[in-house]
């Protein structure tokens, strides 16, 4: 009979080491789970990082790229201002020196952009008489231009 006990104890010491060996693989088992996912969610975190300091750069030169781009369009409007400017004086000295029907007749059909029926209906010229004037007005700026041309390069 004590044999029997004892072979019960060892048992019972046996059953007891598996249920704790149990215990300790399943305590394993879940603290495995827990380091692969934490693993994973910092593997996810660094690339999330890499891709918002990849983001920002791209921000950052896309920003430098669009004030360039503004500098120099900036540049462009100031010049084109310039030279708007000057052609505008330019045309405004030429046409000061025009006679006056000729200088009426320019300034209704290129710059006021009016077709010459409306122009014989506000001067009491007739079509052609229009035309004609528009003509001659031409050649005269024409000889002015060469004029300035000639006093500027001699």
Do not use: C, H
């Amino acid at each position: 009979m004590l044999r029997i006990s004892l072979i019960i104890a060892i048992i019972a010491g046996v059953a007891a080491l598996a249920i704790s060996q149990l215990k300790v693989a399943e305590k394993i088992k879940s603290i495995t789970e827990e380091r692969n996912k934490f693993e994973q969610d910092w593997k996810t975190s660094q690339e999330a990082e890499r891709k918002a300091r990849k983001d920002a750069k791209d921000a950052t030169a896309a920003a430098d790229k669009l004030r360039k781009d503004l500098d120099t369009t900036k540049a462009d409007l100031t010049a084109a201002s310039e030279k708007a400017d000057a052609a505008r004086q330019l045309v405004e000295r030429i046409l000061t020196q025009l006679s006056p029907p000729a200088r009426l007749v320019i300034t209704l059909l290129e710059i006021e952009e009016r077709s010459v029926k409306e122009i014989s209906k506000l001067t009491g010229w007739s079509v052609p008489l229009v035309k004609v004037r528009a003509f001659r007005a031409r050649a005269e700026m024409r000889k002015i231009v060469a004029r300035m041309t000639k006093d500027k390069y001699l």
